[in-house]
Nanobody, 121 residues
Framework: HVQLVESGGGSVQTGGSLNVSCALS?????MAWFRQVPGKEREGVAV???????TYGDSVAGRFTISKDNTKNTLYLQMNSLKPEDTAMYYC???????????????????WGQGTQVTVS
């Protein structure tokens, strides 16, 4: 039974930092963070492949960093310079690559966590 469990969300002031984690019961080629605000579509935040190559959404590039500790089977998202528009439910996801590339295409991700709320005010 595959499980992804997020933790570390919470409330922070504008300009602050937060680190969210995702404990993994499985390893996948692509690991990613997505976020969703009620009434809006879920968007890709950051993705990392097994070689450590990462891609970021335009709205978070330069502020967020995705990383993975293979010894602990844990995925991280370090969020700096947070803005109110970063407020969302953050989900980790595990999936597969297409043409050797990990994208934000959500149909490529077959396992999802339950989400952790991040609120920036």
């Amino acid at each position: 039974h595959v499980q992804l469990v997020e933790s570390g969300g919470g409330s922070v002031q504008t300009g602050g930092s937060l680190n969210v984690s995702c404990a993994l019961s499985t390893d996948s080629v692509c690991m990613a963070w997505f976020r969703q605000v009620p009434g809006k579509e879920r968007e890709g935040v950051a993705v990392i492949d097994r070689n450590g190559r990462s891609t970021y959404g335009d709205s978070v590039a330069g502020r967020f960093t995705i990383s993975k500790d293979n010894t602990k089977n844990t995925l991280y998202l370090q969020m700096n310079s947070l803005k109110p528009e970063d407020t969302a439910m953050y989900y980790c996801a595990a999936g597969f690559a297409r043409n050797g590339y990990c994208s934000f295409l959500q149909s490529n991700y077959n396992y999802w966590g339950q989400g952790t709320q991040v609120t920036v005010s």
